[in-house]
């Protein structure tokens, strides 16, 4: 017997999760972005794969900002949820593991959530259509 209220779904709650922890990654992102153009001492930035550190900096705020966009969308139920959370969620797992050398403890903390992101998706996609 479900102890859901009437006319709750019971399926929000992984949609809800998929959103809360795209906007985490989103904000972390961002944060890191921001951080990696204001302070160069806390990278290494010899262990980048490609680029300097400021155009790292500029990608990885980019990401942020378009995983949180992604996360409202995703959290109001827009339709593709499912599609935009996982390109997202992808988009962050490639864009850390490149990041890897640079700033190794930041980059497995988002890898997890990306990874978090990335199965709720793929497990519960039929919970994101309405």
Not at 8 to 19: K, L, Q
Not at 20 to 31: F, R
């Amino acid at each position: 017997m479900s102890t859901a209220p009437a006319g709750a779904s019971r399926t929000s709650g992984w949609v809800m999760f998929v959103g809360v922890y795209l906007g985490v990654a989103g904000i972390l992102n961002a944060l890191w972005g921001i951080a990696a153009l204001a302070e160069k001492s806390n990278f290494h930035e010899d262990s980048l794969i490609w680029s300097s550190l400021s155009t790292w900096g500029w990608v990885v705020l980019i990401v942020g900002a378009i995983q949180i966009v992604g996360a409202l969308l995703v959290a109001s139920r827009r339709a593709g949820g499912a599609v935009i959370a996982g390109f997202l969620a992808f988009l962050g797992l490639l864009v850390n593991f490149l990041s890897l050398g640079a700033y190794p403890v930041w980059s497995v903390i988002l890898l997890a959530i990306d990874a978090l992101i990335l199965w709720a998706v793929t497990v519960h996609a039929d919970e994101f259509v309405s």
